[in-house]
């Protein structure tokens, strides 16, 4: 049973670029959360999403930061025109429902760096 | 909102011997979940233990185990027996059952150092 799937592990952008980043939760999750680690931070909770439903979208920026759960295929993180500020860990989460319990599986992370 | 507060930046323990790692938390909730992860070198996120704050009974996982003191809003780690691949950053996180979604609530992170 595959854990939770990030790719790529390591991404490097010029500034103003677009970055994506991909997740697939592991089997049977339908719930997916995104996660942001700055250097020598602990995680910051971005989003939570559900199959085609943005259900929590409070940590995310205002601007130029986009998240979907499509019905088909895996989440991505979007961030649009980058920059040095965005250079960061981005962590992908899933669990099986939002039951008392249910533990969040978190994949190995993205790297971006913007250059 | 809760907060989650680790005091102990950086630690360090002789391989063999036992460390404990402070986190304390702040909320109003009575029910809610409390985690400790590792982050070893590889960057990855690794579930270590859970605590339900129902249950009175200390969570424990091989060699490690929580003293959680719900009064007092305290859940530290104890690692026994330290081992070099222990070597990580740890972070404690609160989950609240009445927050929407899956908010996790993270520390700053304790960088734990095992010496052989």
């Known amino acids: 049973n595959a854990g939770v799937m990030q790719n790529p592990r390591h991404l490097v952008r010029r500034r103003g670029q677009e970055a994506r980043l991909r997740c697939s939760p592991m089997k049977g999750h339908s719930h997916v959360y995104w996660y942001r680690q700055l250097p020598e931070e602990g995680l910051k909770f971005m989003v939570y999403?559900?199959?085609?439903?943005?259900?929590?979208e409070s940590g995310m920026p205002k601007e130029r930061f986009s998240a979907e759960f499509p019905k088909e295929g895996p989440s991505i993180l979007r961030i649009q025109q980058v920059v040095r500020g965005d250079s960061a860990a981005y962590f992908c989460?899933?669990?099986?429902?939002?039951?008392?319990?249910?533990?969040?599986?978190f994949g190995e992370g993205s790297w971006l760096t913007v250059v | 909102a809760q907060t989650v507060t680790q005091s102990q930046p950086e630690m360090s323990v002789q391989e063999a011997e036992t460390v404990t790692l402070s986190c304390t938390y702040d909320t109003s909730e009575n029910n809610y979940y409390l985690f400790w992860y590792k982050q070893p070198p590889s960057r990855q996120m690794i579930l270590v233990i859970r605590q339900e704050a129902y249950k009175q009974q200390n969570a424990t996982e091989n060699r490690f185990s929580v003293n959680f003191q719900k009064a007092a809003k305290s859940f530290s780690l104890k690692i026994s027996d330290s081992q070099l691949g222990d070597t990580a950053m740890y972070f404690c996180?609160?989950?609240?059952?009445?927050?929407?979604?899956?908010?996790?609530?993270f520390g700053q992170g304790t960088e734990l150092s095992v010496k052989p």
């Open positions: 989460a899933s669990s099986p429902a939002l039951q008392a319990g249910n533990t969040i599986y």
């Open positions: 999403l559900q199959k085609e439903n943005i259900i929590d």
């Open positions: 996180a609160f989950y609240s059952l009445y927050n929407q979604g899956g908010k996790l609530i």
